[in-house]
């Protein structure tokens, strides 16, 4: 069984830093694209964040030069940098991976559970 764990939330004030952690375990073939998604209260999630195989980075908007996404696929992980956090960063964080597993014979995608980041003016 494939899963996605986050660590790393929590409380910060505005203008703080937070780095997340997202480690996937479990028995597959490879993993593809990871990412970081955010929903903040009352809204839709969204694109944070994402990172290829590759290494190559895609950033929203409200995030570039504020966040820095990175892996590590020896140890299947991803993270997210955060710095110069505002209180609209305020959110929940899902890890997010492509994963090919074992018998399966298409990519699927598969999300963490979640961690609140809530950062305070």
């Known amino acids: 069984q494939v899963q996605l764990v986050e660590s790393g939330g929590g409380l910060v004030q505005a203008g703080g830093s937070l780095r997340l952690s997202c480690a996937a375990s479990g028995r597959f073939a490879r993993i593809n694209d990871m990412g970081w998604y955010r929903q903040p209260p009352g809204k839709q999630r969204e694109m944070v964040a994402t990172i290829t195989t590759g290494g190559e980075t895609n950033y929203a908007d409200s995030v570039k030069g504020r966040f820095t996404i990175s892996r590590d696929n020896d140890k299947k992980m991803v993270f997210l940098q955060m710095n110069s956090l505002r209180p609209e960063d305020t959110a929940v964080y899902y890890c997010?991976?492509?994963?090919?597993?074992?018998?399966?014979?298409?990519?699927?995608?598969?999300w963490g559970q979640g961690t609140q980041v809530t950062v305070s003016s």
């Open positions: 997010n991976a492509i994963i090919r597993a074992y018998g399966i014979p298409q990519d699927q995608n598969y």
